[in-house]
């Protein structure tokens, strides 16, 4: 028999092992507005968020899907409920988060969407969009104006797609509307990422409302946040077995590991929820967090994906199995990543390595190297080339460069990626080595300095790759 479908009239009925909202749903009101409400944001901030209703209801969460009508299928039948399974070899907690209120579709709802953003009890506007929902240039800060979403956008900003254009176009609303002020905080994997956002925001308004610039300088804020927790694609299997659990069919269920953080620039322009009591930290200097995130895990993450694929390995943790992967990224991050790092005062770095090799080791969470390896332009533009245009060596950064290199040229492995179709010119092409390199070191927007100095040994491992050297060896 089919379990019934998670809903609010139910959860007195499932097991006493559930941890159940501890809060009136019913008295929660609508105080953050978050843009692309993937799996992540319901692991992350919404289970921070749920942590604080009990003692400040202001703080429901409305959830827009940009694009893809999945969430809103899975979420408003729920009545926004869903679980948050957290597991590792220690054991498991399964808990139900109720701070999603509801999830509304921006190209089929743009009147509930203006509403949302006009609503003077929004105070938070959050995003997780990934990388490459930010539409940035090659060099990573500013907006791609020449994008074709971003040209559509522009040709007709009331009907935006992007989320840029969306946020756009919302923020004119709100103006409009009374102009109270906002405050902007992107949880996506990206340096410096409200920054970033910003950025990108503002270019995009000069092009469309300029008049919204004067307000968003005098009254919004954007703190830069790093987020932190591995969160895996659902499987039929991992969903049913998480249905048992729950005793109740969970069409919005995340799988996930204890570990969580949410580091969160003070730089604020509203009230703000007290996800400190929920374990966040607000800091005033969040470059040493991001640096340290991005330059260890994200780096370390984007190699363990592209050498799995290679070595026909599923998951992060299969990867972490086999000796020879797992001592190549052992090295990895001893020798080339730790020293390119500046950890934040008092901050044990060599600690935070040893426990990220433990939770890559997590084989409870069946986190898919296909998953990590989208989109790769973007991540390893962020995540690779600080460390590279350092003064370290980088001989086995090279490495996985090199094993990215022959990832797309010369197999077959589907490309998930912004830049696709550059991409997959170059693996048709029948230009020389260095030109096809060349190509793709453009892709990451690795400058001609950097080039420079880079492709000898990136050549070199390539061609090594080539003749059917293991790309784990040396």
């Known amino acids: 028999m089919t379990a019934p479908r998670l809903s609010a009239a139910m959860l007195d009925a499932l097991p006493d092992s559930v941890r159940l909202p ?25 289970v921070y968020t749920d942590t604080v209703l ?4 202001r703080w429901g969460i409305v959830g827009v899907s940009l694009r893809s009508e999945r969430a809103a299928a899975q979420l408003n039948p729920q009545q926004g409920l869903f679980s948050v399974l957290s597991e590792d070899a220690g054991g498991h907690e399964l808990r139900v988060i109720g701070a999603v209120q509801q999830v509304l579709m921006a190209p089929r709802e743009p009147d509930a969407l203006d509403a949302a953003f006009s609503d003077p ?4 506007v959050t995003l997780t969009v990934t990388e490459a929902g930010y539409c940035l240039a090659s060099d990573g800060c500013s907006l791609d104006s020449k994008l074709p979403a971003i040209q559509s956008d522009l040709a007709n900003p009331l009907q935006a797609s992007t989320a840029i254009g969306v946020l756009a176009r919302g923020l004119k609303r709100r103006l409009d509307a009374h102009g109270a002020p906002l405050t902007i905080i992107s949880c996506d994997n990206l340096g410096n990422n409200s920054t970033r956002l910003r950025g990108a925001l503002t270019a ?5 409302w300029p008049e919204v610039l004067p307000w968003l300088e005098a009254q919004l804020r954007f703190p830069c946040s790093m987020v932190d927790r591995i969160v895996p694609a659902q499987t039929e299997i991992s969903l049913a077995r998480q249905a048992e659990l729950l005793g109740a069919r969970d069409e919005a ?38 640096e340290m995130k991005l330059r260890l895990l994200n780096a370390s993450h984007s190699a363990i994906a592209i050498l799995g694929l290679l070595k026909q390995q599923e998951t992060v943790a299969d990867v972490m199995a086999d000796q020879a992967l797992r001592k190549f990224i052992e090295q990895l991050m ?39 390896a989208m989109d790769c332009t973007e991540k390893l533009r962020q995540r690779w080339l600080p460390t590279l245009a350092g003064r370290g060596e980088n001989r086995r950064l ?8 022959y990832l797309v040229v010369d197999t077959e492995i589907e490309i998930d990626d912004p830049r696709r179709d550059r991409l997959l010119a ?12 060349t190509a793709l070191m453009d892709s990451l927007g690795m400058d001609t300095t950097l080039q420079q100095r880079c492709m000898p040994l990136l050549q070199a491992h390539y061609v090594d790759l080539k003749s059917g050297s293991p790309p784990t060896r040396g």
């Not at 009890?121 to 938070?124: A, E, P």
């Open 54 to 57: 009990a003692n400040d209801p």
């Open 204 to 208: 995009y308004l000069e092009l469309s």
């Open 334 to 372: 001893a020798k080339d990543l730790l020293s390119a790092i500046q950890a934040p005062a008092g901050f044990d770095l060599h600690s935070y390595r040893d426990a990220l090799l433990a939770r890559f080791s997590n084989v409870c969470l069946q986190h898919r190297c296909a998953q990590i």
């Open 253 to 290: 269920a995340i799988a996930t590991e204890p570990f969580s953080q949410w580091i969160i620039e003070r730089d604020f322009a509203t009230p703000m929820p007290d996800w400190e009591a929920a374990g966040a930290v607000f800091v005033d200097d969040i470059a040493p967090y991001e």
């Open 426 to 437: 170059v693996r048709t092409s029948d230009a020389p080595v260095s030109e096809q390199l």
């Open 121 to 124: 009890g929004i105070h938070i």
């Open 22 to 46: 501890d809060y009136d749903r019913s008295a929660v009101k609508s105080g953050i507005l978050h843009l692309g409400l993937g799996a992540f944001h319901r692991a992350h901030q919404a």
């Open 398 to 405: 090279l490495k996985a460069l090199a094993a990215w290199c």
